[in-house]
């Protein structure tokens, strides 16, 4: 068994050694001289000048480059939609996943809480027939009436924050109002009438 492994040892650690080998010419053989490049045959230059010719393009291929210039501006608006949507639709759909795991692990009382919500909300559109404001003010109000019973903390904040938000978009709108109406007062705005001629 000794002989076997050295004998496969012997070759495998010869394999590893690099050297180098230097090589000279014979002192009796004749000096040649060296050959250029371009007297190769491989890399021989053609005798005529060689001219690119574009082959004339086939039927095929002219309806399919028109069709790709007429599909360009639809293509690139579609792109550029995704890219708009895409971060969208991600929120989305990690929101949608965040809902479906908050409904599969809901706290106790939680589905006979929006049982009543929704309920509420039927109510209230039953209640608003007739009136397109009604339909948009009852059905919301009612819902929101029934929520604040179970979560009253939240309806204080929701109510801060929502009486915050009509005052600054009723001031504003006042604000807009008076500048039109001191703009419609202004003097050169005033268009001559047949009373002040």
């Known amino acids: 068994m000794f002989k076997v492994i050295q004998r496969s040892v012997g ?29 190769l045959s491989l890399y021989s230059v053609p005798e005529g000048q060689s001219k690119y010719v574009e082959e004339p393009r086939t039927p095929l291929e002219e309806s399919i480059s028109h069709l790709r210039r007429y599909c360009e501006p639809y293509t690139s608006w579609c792109q550029e939609m995704y890219s708009q949507t895409k971060p969208r639709m991600q929120s989305l759909v990690q929101w949608g996943l965040g809902s ?60 801060q924050v929502s009486r915050e938000k009509l005052y600054d978009w009723g001031l504003r709108g006042y604000i807009v109002v008076e500048d039109l109406w001191k703009n419609f007062q202004k ?8 009373g002040n001629k």
Do not use: C, W
């Open 100 to 159: 479906y795991e908050y409904l599969q692990n809901a706290p106790p009382g939680f589905f006979p809480r929006l049982g009543v919500t929704g309920f509420a909300g039927i109510v209230g559109l039953l209640l608003a027939r007739g009136s397109k404001i009604k339909k948009l003010v009852y059905p919301p109000g009612f819902m929101g009436l029934a929520a604040s019973l179970y979560y009253p903390q939240q309806a204080i904040v929701f109510v």
């Open 187 to 194: 003097p050169g705005n005033v268009k001559n009438s047949p």
């Open 11 to 39: 070759p495998a650690s010869l394999s590893l050694l690099t050297f180098r080998v230097y090589a000279s010419p014979k002192k009796d053989s004749p000096h040649k001289t060296s050959v250029k490049v371009n007297e």
